[in-house]
């Protein structure tokens, strides 16, 4: 199974910044699509951005659209999520997952394969 380990988490105040990286052990496929999902207290862990590691192709959900970028290096099994312009309702625990799929993948996190440990991300007002 394929380990995730992420980082990059923080407080910051709103309209802040942070950017998340995460990384695979390398026994990740090329066409495994790598994302990051959060949960706040309370409420069901939700899709936030995904991109398939070989062609790039990127997905987001509306709440992170025009706000949140994510990339990747591939030679170094590692996805990275920029959040620029955070709110106070980004505030959560952020997981960085792998699927076989991207399509779809989002709305759906039950579907991933592997989890990372999660990394905190308060946003202040």
């Known amino acids: 199974q394929v380990q995730l380990v992420e980082s990059g988490g923080g407080s910051v105040q709103a309209g802040g910044s942070l950017r998340l990286s995460c990384t695979a052990s390398?026994?990740?496929?090329?066409?495994?699509?790598m994302g990051w999902f959060r949960q706040a207290s309370g409420k069901e862990r939700e899709g936030v951005a995904a991109?398939?590691?070989?062609?790039?192709?990127?997905y987001y959900a509306d709440s992170a659209k025009g706000r949140f970028t994510i990339s990747r290096d591939f030679a170094k099994y590692t996805v990275y999520l920029q959040m620029n312009s955070l709110k106070p309702e980004d505030t959560a625990t952020y997981y960085c997952?792998?699927?076989?799929?991207?399509?779809?993948?989002?709305?759906?996190?039950?579907?991933?394969?592997?989890w990372g440990q999660g990394t905190q991300v308060t946003v202040s007002s």
């Open positions: 997952a792998a699927n076989q799929y991207c399509g779809q993948w989002l709305e759906h996190p039950r579907w991933s394969n592997s």
């Open positions: 991109i398939k590691r070989d062609s790039g192709s990127t």
């Open positions: 390398p026994n990740i496929t090329s066409s495994t699509c």
